[in-house]
């Protein structure tokens, strides 16, 4: 029983140095970088005394050690000591051919080791791969027979293949770059990238964002009619935040059904998750075929690159109506290129728009709250003050004996109750008010730019009457009722915290009148 539970330790702490090593290359870049912290993974981690980094060359098919440690200490190498191996040359040579590793309990008796260092008695040498494509060696040497486990060949091996992945991703990042930067424009595309991570800092709202994306994007190919789509509802749907079309008119915040059967073209390039450029003839055959649906009218040419992973995940979209405009490879790489910055840009900007709405609304309720509130309402009072002829009134509400469905039926009723209630409140009153919770049971009203002073309490009967309704939450039916107090504005005393004092007075006359009643401030409106 000791032994199992020692070797389960054993190997919790090897998994736990390759998630640790998985996450510390994730930033890196360059090899040499990689190279570092797979050096600082072997020697301090996994307490291996001596290693040395083969880097392989395809076109030359020579191995060449670039970093070695011996006796954990970093052993400097001058361009005119580099060790060059050819593939089936000794051990090293013989793991990178085979791409298998080999674990060797005693080097004195194996016959292909070529003595680099007398000491080392046993060695592991492992090759990194990714598929059948060979970029490097990992050798690693000890002065003790039978010094590598079991355990330590999977975590190399496990380390090794994390390695190749790395290198693999970093080098074909770099191809794109180097593809891009050859293009003609290639300034002008650098000014873009410049500009749409700038767009965070310069723009104030997500449709001022979207705008200045397309016109961003304009400037690289032919985006006349250009869109940008996220997948919403866990999957199950996309949505257009930005859209415009010379052709057809697309609804703001079109949303579209994600059918993984049969998917409209943005939902197929989302299926895929792959970069689609289609001609006309393409997107036809793609119908023809069930593959695919078209909303709308059929473009000559259609471009669309998907960016980003659940909960962010989405598509960009360039398309042209015009049968001597279309989009080439070049167009499609550099869309590519360019998706990456927009997902940045986009989450950035939805993190920053998140932050300002929780800094300005009720976390429950989603309603503004009291600072957004006064906010609104002192607006009004300056819009008043500058035309006499508009009215406004503001409404304090208080649900009835809140504390005692409280301690009741408990606070998870209770904030279901004040949800449903904010829900029946705002279906009374027109999309141009404002509802605010100002906190507990405790909402407002401003009615603004109202006809007369009839509408408010009208208003304010709507809603006792819509309040006072039986409701069922979690299977309890539950009964209350509200209160209101209703100001309106006063020409001779008109500021913000005596029109709110009022309509809290009339309120708390209300209540004590007996509840489920409103009261207008006497103080009347001149």
Same mark, same amino acid.
């Given at each position: 029983?000791?032994?199992?539970?020692?070797?389960?330790?054993i190997?919790? +702490?090897?998994? +736990?140095i390759?998630?640790?090593?998985?996450?510390?290359?994730?930033?890196?870049?360059?090899e040499?970088?990689?190279?570092?912290?797979?050096?600082?993974?072997?020697?301090?981690?996994?307490?291996?005394?001596?290693?040395?980094?083969?880097?392989?060359?395809?076109a030359?098919?020579?191995?060449?050690?670039?970093?070695?440690f011996?006796?954990?200490?970093?052993k400097?190498?001058?361009?005119?000591?580099?060790?060059?191996?050819? #593939?089936d040359?000794?051990?090293?040579?013989k793991?990178?051919?085979? #791409?298998h590793?080999e674990?060797?309990?005693?080097?004195?008796?194996?016959?292909?080791?070529v003595?680099k260092?007398s000491?080392h008695?046993?060695?592991?040498?492992?090759p990194?791969?990714?598929?059948?494509?060979?970029?490097?060696v990992i050798?690693?040497?000890?002065?003790?027979?039978?010094?590598?486990?079991?355990?330590?060949?999977?975590?190399?091996?496990?380390?090794?293949?994390?390695?190749?992945?790395?290198?693999?991703?970093?080098?074909?990042?770099?191809?794109?770059?180097?593809?891009?930067?050859? #293009?003609?424009?290639?300034?002008?595309?650098?000014?873009t990238l =410049?500009?749409?991570a700038?767009?965070? =800092?310069?723009?104030?709202?997500?449709?001022?964002?979207?705008?200045?994306?397309?016109?961003?994007?304009?400037?690289?190919m032919?985006?006349?009619?250009?869109?940008?789509?996220?997948?919403?509802?866990?999957?199950?749907?996309?949505?257009?935040?930005?859209?415009?079309?010379?052709?057809?008119?697309?609804?703001?915040?079109?949303?579209?059904?994600?059918? +993984?059967?049969?998917?409209?073209?943005?939902?197929?390039?989302?299926?895929?998750?792959?970069?689609?450029?289609?001609?006309?003839?393409?997107?036809?055959?793609?119908?023809?075929?069930n593959?695919?649906?078209?909303?709308?009218?059929?473009?000559?040419?259609?471009?669309?690159?998907?960016?980003?992973?659940?909960? #962010?995940?989405?598509?960009?979209?360039?398309?042209?109506?015009?049968?001597?405009?279309?989009?080439?490879?070049k167009?499609?790489?550099?869309?590519?290129f360019?998706?990456?910055?927009?997902?940045?840009a986009?989450?950035?900007m939805?993190?920053?728009?998140?932050?300002?709405?929780?800094?300005?609304h009720?976390?429950l309720?989603?309603?503004?709250?009291?600072?957004?509130f006064?906010?609104?309402?002192?607006?009004?009072?300056?819009?008043?003050?500058?035309?006499?002829?508009?009215?406004m009134?503001?409404?304090?509400?208080?649900?009835?004996? =809140?504390?005692q469905?409280?301690?009741?039926?408990?606070?998870?009723?209770?904030?279901?109750?004040?949800?449903?209630?904010?829900?029946?409140?705002? +279906?009374?009153?027109?999309d141009?008010?404002?509802?605010?919770?100002l906190?507990?049971?405790?909402?407002?009203?401003?009615?603004?730019?109202?006809?007369?002073?009839?509408?408010?309490?009208?208003?304010?009967?709507?809603?006792?009457?819509?309040?006072?309704t039986?409701?069922?939450?979690?299977?309890?039916q539950?009964?209350?009722?509200?209160?209101?107090?209703?100001?309106?504005?006063?020409?001779n005393?008109?500021t913000?915290?005596?029109?709110?004092?009022?309509?809290d007075?009339?309120?708390?006359?209300?209540k004590?009148?007996?509840?489920?009643?409103?009261?207008?401030?006497?103080?009347?409106?001149?």
């Open positions: 029983m000791k032994e199992a539970q020692y070797h389960l330790e190997e919790y +702490k090897h998994l +736990k390759v998630n640790q090593y998985l996450m510390d290359i994730l930033p890196a870049n360059l040499h970088e990689i190279v570092g912290y797979l050096s600082d993974t072997l020697v301090n981690k996994l307490n291996i005394e001596d290693i040395e980094y083969y880097s392989f060359d395809p030359k098919q020579i191995l060449t050690l670039t970093t070695a011996i006796k954990k200490q970093s400097p190498l001058e361009a005119n000591q580099l060790i060059e191996v050819g #593939l040359q000794g051990l090293i040579g793991v990178a051919k085979s #791409l590793t674990n060797i309990d005693n080097l004195l008796i194996h016959p292909e080791f003595q260092n000491e008695l046993s060695a592991i040498v492992v990194i791969v990714i598929g059948d494509k060979l970029l490097g050798y690693c040497g000890s002065r003790n027979i039978a010094d590598f486990s079991s355990q330590t060949q999977k975590s190399l091996n496990a380390i090794a293949s994390i390695t190749a992945i790395k290198l693999e991703k970093n080098s074909a990042i770099e191809q794109l770059q180097q593809t891009i930067e050859k #293009l003609e424009y290639s300034g002008k595309i650098q000014d =410049f500009e749409i700038e767009l965070i =800092f310069e723009t104030s709202d997500m449709q001022e964002f979207y705008e200045r994306l397309h016109k961003s994007i304009a400037k690289l032919f985006a006349s009619n250009f869109f940008v789509a996220l997948v919403i509802d866990d999957g199950k749907a996309i949505t257009l935040p930005y859209a415009v079309d010379e052709v057809d008119e697309v609804p703001p915040n079109e949303v579209i059904p994600l059918d +993984k059967d049969k998917p409209s073209i943005t939902g197929y390039v989302l299926n895929t998750n792959k970069p689609l450029l289609a001609s006309k003839q393409k997107m036809q055959s793609m119908i023809d075929s593959e695919v649906y078209i909303k709308g009218s059929l473009p000559y040419a259609w471009l669309g690159v998907p960016f980003g992973n659940p909960p #962010l995940h989405g598509v960009v979209v360039v398309q042209s109506y015009k049968e001597n405009i279309g989009f080439t490879k167009d499609e790489q550099l869309l590519c360019v998706a990456r910055h927009i997902r940045n986009i989450e950035r939805q993190a920053r728009a998140d932050l300002q709405f929780m800094a300005l009720d976390p309720t989603k309603l503004p709250n009291r600072s957004l006064n906010d609104r309402v002192q607006r009004a009072l300056n819009n008043s003050k500058r035309d006499q002829h508009k009215k009134a503001l409404l304090f509400l208080d649900l009835d004996n =809140f504390k469905i409280n301690d009741t039926y408990g606070h998870h009723i209770g904030d279901l109750l004040l949800v449903e209630v904010a829900g029946l409140v705002k +279906k009374c009153i027109r141009t008010d404002s509802l605010s919770r906190g507990g049971d405790e909402f407002a009203i401003l009615l603004d730019d109202i006809a007369t002073i009839e509408y408010a309490e009208k208003v304010a009967k709507k809603v006792i009457k819509a309040v006072t039986p409701l069922m939450l979690d299977e309890n539950i009964n209350t009722s509200i209160s209101i107090g209703i100001a309106f504005q006063n020409l005393d008109n913000l915290d005596s029109l709110m004092i009022r309509a007075k009339a309120m708390y006359q209300a004590q009148q007996g509840r489920n009643r409103l009261v207008i401030e006497q103080g009347g409106s001149d």
